[in-house]
């Protein structure tokens, strides 16, 4: 994939984020429910300072009540409520933008902890939207949300996967849990060349919410 | 997801027993049920803290079936309930206070080292009403008494 247009141009994408496709029972069972990513050069290291200064901005603009307050915003309930229908509690099992307000509180500071995680953090915060790094180089095909088969298992991850299990797939194996853990050596690490920002969409989030997410991802480990 | 709430009958699941159907309704209620909860603590933030929880179904994400759906619903049913409930006493109890205060101010003397504080009254910050005499020792032998008003917090 060419590289992301620079900033200026709204969300518009030349190529637009790729659509993964989520299988038929679960697209029936859970309407709304989609995947998408973008490709971006990229390593994983320390945080160039745009990133980190514009950290501590939403460092600044977060406080406690706006971390109470936003299980009412539409993006954020969608997740909790996503939570819910797939079985977890999402005050134990925090949505993405929950536990990173939840973070934000407990360290005073939106921490940097060096790229991809420091894009992931903005991009998440600024939409809500749940977001997540491959290292796009150890994928195979088109990514998809499919339930896992009798006998699959998570690389890394003692014995298999409780049958049912969603995962987030490349054409190969499951890649990582749905807002779970990631396979071992699917994740951007020392050797990782090339980043996959995927988001996960849920009911009641719009496209252009994720388009934005991966955009302003993309950008920040684009600029490293 | 207002496509979602804004179907608010029954009349989309067939009598017969689509199960899909009911568990696209039992979903349509789980949220709308958390929208009412995540207002219910806003609301109470930070007076009181209502307790959100609903057990998990599951350990790992899965496509939960009926039953599950179902418990889910019911508990979060059970939580805004119990947070109404918990939401009133204390409103009630703010009410109390606040008539409490107003006597205070009107008769100092009749409520002698009464220390109400905004927190008391379910308003932001800590500042206090403190029911005091005036001139200390000799005040409280002489009977004048005030109500002293704090300055707020700390900085």
């Known amino acids: 994939m060419a590289g992301v247009e620079a900033a200026g141009s709204g969300v518009g994408w030349e190529p637009p984020p790729e659509q ?73 099992t925090r949505t993405p933008i929950e536990q990173l307000a939840l973070d934000r509180l407990h360290d005073g500071a939106f921490k940097s902890r060096g790229l991809p995680a420091d894009a992931l953090t903005i991009a998440t915060v600024e939409t809500g939207i749940a977001l997540r790094a491959f290292d796009a180089e150890q994928l195979e095909g088109r990514l998809c949300i499919r339930d896992s088969a009798p006998g699959e298992s998570l690389a890394g991850r003692p014995g298999e996967l409780p049958h049912g299990t969603l995962t987030i797939a490349d054409e190969r194996t499951p890649v990582g849990l749905l807002f779970g853990a990631t396979a071992e050596g699917r994740g951007m690490e020392r050797g990782t060349r ?31 | 997801m207002p496509q979602l709430l804004d179907r608010d009958t029954l009349a989309g699941i067939c009598a017969g027993g689509d199960e899909r ?47 599950e759906l179902e418990r889910v619903r019911d508990a979060l049913a059970t ?67 005030r109500v002293k008003v704090s300055s707020g917090c700390p900085l």
Not at chain 1, 50 to 56: K, N, Q
Not at chain 2, 48 to 67: F, K, M, N, Q
Not at chain 2, 111 to 130: A, F, M, N, Q
């Open chain 1, 20 to 92: 993964g496709w989520v299988a038929p029972h679960l697209a029936a069972e859970l309407p709304g429910l989609g995947i998408a990513w973008v490709e971006v050069d990229g390593r994983p290291g320390r945080s160039p300072e745009p990133v980190r200064r514009r950290l501590r901005g939403l460092s600044d603009r977060f406080f406690g009540a706006a971390a109470i307050q936003m299980r009412e915003r539409p993006v954020p309930w969608a997740y909790r409520v996503f939570f819910r229908q797939i079985g977890l509690d999402p005050d134990h």
């Open chain 1, 194 to 224: 090339r980043a996959a920002i995927v988001a996960v969409q849920v009911n009641g989030v719009s496209q252009m919410a994720v388009d934005e997410a991966l955009r302003t991802a993309a950008v920040s480990i684009e600029r490293s």
């Open chain 2, 21 to 67: 159907l009911a568990r696209a309704e039992l979903r349509r209620q789980i949220g709308r049920l958390e929208r009412h909860l995540g207002g219910l603590v806003a609301e109470a933030f930070p007076r009181i803290r209502i307790d959100a929880g609903v057990a998990a179904a599951s350990r790992e994400p899965r496509a939960i079936g009926l039953g």
């Open chain 2, 79 to 145: 939580r805004i309930a119990a947070g109404r409930r918990a939401l009133g006493e204390q409103a009630e109890l703010e009410t109390r206070n606040r008539e409490l205060l107003e006597r205070m101010l009107v008769e100092p003397a009749a409520y002698k080292w009464v220390r109400i504080t905004r927190d008391d009254l379910g308003e932001p910050g800590c500042g206090h009403w403190h029911s005091r005499p005036r001139f200390g020792l000799l005040g409280m032998l002489m009977g004048w008494w």
